[in-house]
């Protein structure tokens, strides 16, 4: 009866194994066009899963809203911190937090978690320095995008980033960042990642006190973040979206 329990563990496991192969493929082929968002700023559409990297109504308008109003802001000026972003993507969350660290005299560790890295060429015709009136740092985010994965760069002074290339599910943190930035595909295309397995992560990742932000405001998010720990609170949420959530390790 054991060997025949371990033989169906050791079956699901390569199931669950040969999914995951099996997206990445997908995913890796998947179109992406240049999509114009409300606020002028440009994003990524995938039309085979009618999926958003930013939001509709605005890119940049969500990245502060969500990540630097709702996150960020929490730090006082002089602040040395580590960010964790959950789905780098574009860069344009890392690329705003460097900004602000720059207004602000942040030091900032930054590590960012993508499982699909994008074209670097494709990111460069999003514009995100002209966007943001940021052309004089235009080279720093150059560096960040053109940067090898998987290797510390220091982009400033005040400012270090690693970029780790790998699935979330794969990801065990320690006890060492302040903030998270949980900005992952939405559940209705990856559900697996809005779990409570994917959230308990999380929440060991965190120093007591670390916060985590999303723009998700679900409600099955809301009891997972409960759930492994979290305190939760709804907050307003950026133009298009009535709310989005925090959560607060305690």
């Known amino acids: 009866m054991i060997h025949l329990f371990e033989g169906s563990l050791c079956f699901l496991k390569r199931s669950i194994v040969y999914e995951l192969i099996i997206f990445a493929a997908i995913f890796k082929v998947l179109e992406r066009k240049i999509i114009k968002t409300a606020d002028g700023s440009s994003s990524l559409y995938l039309p085979q899963w009618d999926e958003n990297y930013h939001s509709r109504h605005g890119a940049i308008q969500e990245a502060y809203h969500v990540f630097i109003r709702s996150g960020l802001d929490l730090f006082k000026k002089g602040s040395k911190l580590r960010i964790l972003e959950m789905g780098f993507g574009t860069g344009l969350n890392c690329f705003i937090s460097f900004l602000e660290s ?127 720990g979290f305190e939760v609170e709804r907050l307003p949420g950026p133009p298009g979206k009535r709310e989005m959530l925090r959560g607060r390790k305690i």
């Open 102 to 228: 720059q207004k602000r005299d942040l030091q900032i560790e930054y590590v960012g978690l993508e499982g699909y890295p994008l074209d670097v060429g494709l990111i460069e015709k999003l514009k995100y320095p002209e966007a943001l009136k940021a052309l004089d740092f235009a080279a720093f985010y150059n560096d960040m995008i053109a940067s090898e994965w998987d290797t510390p760069v220091k982009i400033s002074e005040g400012f270090e980033l690693l970029k780790k290339e790998m699935m979330f599910e794969k990801f065990h943190g320690a006890q060492n960042f302040d903030l998270i930035y949980f900005d992952a595909f939405g559940a209705r295309v990856q559900p697996e990642l809005w779990t409570e397995t994917i959230f308990s992560k999380m929440y060991a990742s965190l120093r007591p006190g670390g916060i985590l932000v999303t723009y998700s405001a679900k409600g099955s998010v809301r009891r997972a973040l409960q759930a492994v």
